[in-house]
């Protein structure tokens, strides 16, 4: 990536941990939340020699004391947060991959920009699973949202720093297996790219098809991140 946006994404993330060091060098502990306010729950994202951990109002100081002692190792291990989890009867959500492109894709044929009420129809034509694995019960309601369309298909830009950058897209099961996914996610990632600078992808580990289309496109892997909670809201 170009350096003007590594360190975009870099002070994006040191605002997020309420952080003034260097990042990925250390173990940072934050408690309580700083940008993420009132999140009900730890946020925990890791890369190199780094992890960095934000600690809700209500942790227990033990539990705050001991995350700031454990190795770097330990806390980059999503085992390590699933003993964690179950200990204190919560959940973890992810962990997933922050990736980024900072360079045009190019515009697909067969994709349109939309209103957000096009996608909405794609609710019934795929499971409750897929509908929340992509958020789009929450995103398609956030503001400023750029929507995009196509056959069987949709993706959303949502905000991230202050413009549409976040890459989420869902394809309907009848639509699968013809490449419209990528063609999506090429017309989204292109129009953050060239009116924000770049854009952000977000997958989980186990989303191996949402991986391989970012990998397609360009993505870069940056950090890996997961959330520690009740529910099962995405993080």
Known sequence: MHNSTTASIERWWRELFDIDEALWSSVTVVHPHGQLGQYAGWFVAWRDAGVH?????????????????????ELQ???????????????????????YLDE???TPAGVREADVSELRALEDQVE????????????????????????????????????PRNVTLLVAPHARGRGLGIELGRAA????????????????DTNVPSTRVAQRLGFEAYATQLAVRRGSSEA
């Open 104 to 106: 045009d894709p190019g």
């Open 189 to 204: 990632a292109s129009y953050a790219v060239r009116h924000h600078g770049y854009a952000r992808w977000r997958s989980r």
């Open 53 to 73: 951990v934000s600690a809700p109002s209500d942790a227990d100081a033990d539990d705050v004391a001991s995350l700031r002692n454990a190795s770097l190792h």
């Open 128 to 163: 409750v699973e897929d509908w929340w694995e992509c958020g789009f019960d929450e995103s398609l309601d956030e503001p400023g949202v750029v929507a995009f369309a196509a056959d069987g298909g949709g993706a959303v830009l949502t905000e991230l720093d202050g413009a």
């Open 77 to 99: 291990q999503p085992a390590f947060w699933h003993a964690f989890a179950r200990q204190r009867g919560l959940e973890v959500i992810g962990p997933g991959v922050h990736r």
